[in-house]
């Protein structure tokens, strides 16, 4: 069964640092995702992106992330200078028309 | 605005036993999906069903089920015969077609511990 796959699956990193976390999406998916999960918390929508844009974005999604296609099969979520509070679980999704694929997520640990 | 609530904070049984797990949402669009997801404690999200707002019957998967009632805005998932793998967090969510259902909200979750 195809699978969204997610790298690196643990990362550390310093405070003030950039981070890459990169997905590889199912291949015939149109539409990519990224979701954060703070440790013990609901998970959150962070951005969808469609056609090589974001097609929507919420309030965490700040100047400090962006997102990219690079090359027709990577999917990455960059945060360009990593906070405390940046430490979660993100997870990568894709889909089709219909249900969500979730990545096995990547714990980022900002120390 | 779409809300998902998940009132069941953490749930324990004692294996065999059945269990529901309530979620209720809120939503002005007549055009969604529902879904399950379980969360292990390896982390991953662990796809269980979707469920389209124009379709409300009920829907069993081997010892799960899934009880969709639009009347009272809830879809609710039971644990039949539950067994020390079904411990995990479980979310429910919701995805509005006025968003082209570009974002699951997610409820916030509800931990089932079984025990044998």
């Known amino acids: 069964e195809p699978e969204v796959t997610q790298t690196p699956s643990h990362q550390v990193t310093q405070m003030g640092q950039e981070v890459i976390l990169r997905c590889v999406p199912i291949s015939n998916h149109l539409y990519f995702y990224w979701y954060r999960q703070i440790l013990g918390q609901k998970v959150e929508f962070l951005v969808s992106?469609?056609?090589?844009?974001?097609?929507?974005k919420s309030e965490i999604f700040d100047d400090q992330f962006s997102v990219e296609r690079p090359d027709g099969s990577n999917f990455t979520l960059k945060i360009r200078s990593t906070k405390l509070e940046d430490s979660a679980m993100y997870f990568c999704a894709s889909r089709p028309e219909g249900g969500y694929t979730f990545g096995s997520g990547t714990r980022l640990t900002v120390v | 605005a779409q809300k998902v609530t998940q009132a069941q904070t953490e749930i324990s049984v004692v294996e065999k036993e059945d269990v529901t797990l309530d979620c209720v949402y809120e939503?002005?669009?007549?055009?969604?999906?529902l879904f399950w997801y379980k969360q292990p404690p390896s982390g991953e999200l662990v796809f269980l069903i979707r469920?389209?707002?124009?379709?409300?019957q009920n829907e069993i998967s081997g010892r799960y089920s899934w009880n969709f009632q639009k009347s009272t805005s809830s879809f609710n998932f039971t644990i039949t015969a539950s067994q020390v793998v079904d411990s995990a967090v479980y979310f429910c969510a919701l995805s509005e077609a006025n968003t082209g259902f570009q974002k699951l909200v997610f409820g916030t979750g509800t931990r089932l511990l079984v025990s044998p």
């Open positions: 992106f469609y056609n090589n844009e974001i097609s929507e």
């Open positions: 939503t002005r669009d007549t055009t969604y999906y």
């Open positions: 469920r389209n707002s124009f379709d409300e």
